[in-house]
């Protein structure tokens, strides 16, 4: 296997990582999906009441990690990422396109979405990690219950 196609494997499985740890709430594991730096934007995210704001910016591995663990407490979720563009911009990063849905079923409202992650990746010496997110939606519906 080529080193272009070794990197494309462990970013495509850093972001399966990403989607598991997040649905089974393995919050410390899902700590290592990132550089300490992140930022992450989720437009049309999922929220626990309807004043809620709709798009959500964080910076910072810890913060990202406590703020979506606060959002999922008493959820359940099911995240699917698939059809990824991969571009390798050095053997040190890349970017990344994938189309995405998640139901993501919370105490107060049950939420469906349809979208894209836009990433930047880092590769490390503990391996790849996401650097950047930007999650852009093109279509969400949500039953408040």
Known sequence: MSKNAEHLEDISQLKARYFRLMDTQQWDSWH?????????T????PRISEEEPKDIHITGR?????????LMT???????????????????KA???WAMFD??????????????????YVR??????????????????????
């Not at 810890?62 to 606060?70: I, P, Q, S, W």
């Not at 008493?74 to 040190?92: R, T």
């Not at 993501?104 to 992650?117: A, D, E, I, Q, S």
Request: hydrophobic share 30%.
């Open 42 to 45: 989720y437009e049309g995210a």
């Open 62 to 70: 810890e913060e990202l990690v406590e703020g979506v663990k606060k």
């Open 95 to 97: 970017t990344g396109i």
């Open 32 to 40: 290592n999906c990132f550089t300490d730096d992140v930022s992450a």
């Open 74 to 92: 008493g959820a359940c979720s099911m995240h699917q990422g698939f059809m990824p563009e991969i571009e390798m911009l050095s053997d040190e």
């Open 124 to 145: 490390s010496s503990e391996g790849w990690k996401i650097e950047k997110i930007h999650l852009t939606r093109l279509h969400t519906e949500e039953e408040w219950v």
């Open 103 to 120: 139901y993501v079923r919370l105490p107060t409202c049950n939420f469906k979405g349809w979208g894209h992650y836009h990433e930047v």
